[in-house]
């Protein structure tokens, strides 16, 4: 009995080993044995280098109108939870909406003074030595 059963958990292993390399070419006694290769790269490809200090102006504006938009969405929904406490006479849900909505502006502020800064210029961090 404990023969067939470890006989059937290895056919078992075996056949799930076989099913997990089943992409490769071979059989599945060969694959199990053999080294995988490693992939390599297509030699086609092209690195495109950037630089990380020079960020697109409109790249800022875009944050900066998401920001407003989060920041009306945020305030709607604020809205809303007053008109639920005060129709319910829930003061606990009225001061948590109220701090939610100070939370979500300032939120916006934080969006918006990140957005400016990254417009900011950035100085050269290696100054070039040479002739004055």
Do not use: H
Not at 2 to 27: K, M, Y
Not at 64 to 89: P, T
Not at 111 to 125: E, G
């Amino acid at each position: 009995m404990r023969l067939g059963t470890a006989a059937l958990t290895l056919t078992l292993a075996l056949g799930i080993a076989g099913l997990a390399s089943a992409e490769e070419s071979g059989n599945w006694f060969t694959r199990l044995f053999t080294a995988t290769p490693e992939k390599t790269e297509p030699a086609n490809k092209i690195d495109v280098k950037t630089d990380p200090n020079k960020i697109p102006i409109s790249s800022s504006n875009n944050r900066i109108k998401q920001a407003k938009a989060d920041l009306e969405r945020r305030q709607e929904v604020c809205l809303k939870l007053r008109e639920i406490a005060i129709a319910n006479g829930d003061d606990d849900l009225q001061r948590k909406a109220e701090m939610l909505d100070q939370r979500a502006y300032d939120l916006y502020v934080a969006a918006k003074n990140q957005a400016r800064t990254l417009d900011l210029p950035v100085a050269d961090p290696a100054p070039k030595k040479g002739g004055r």
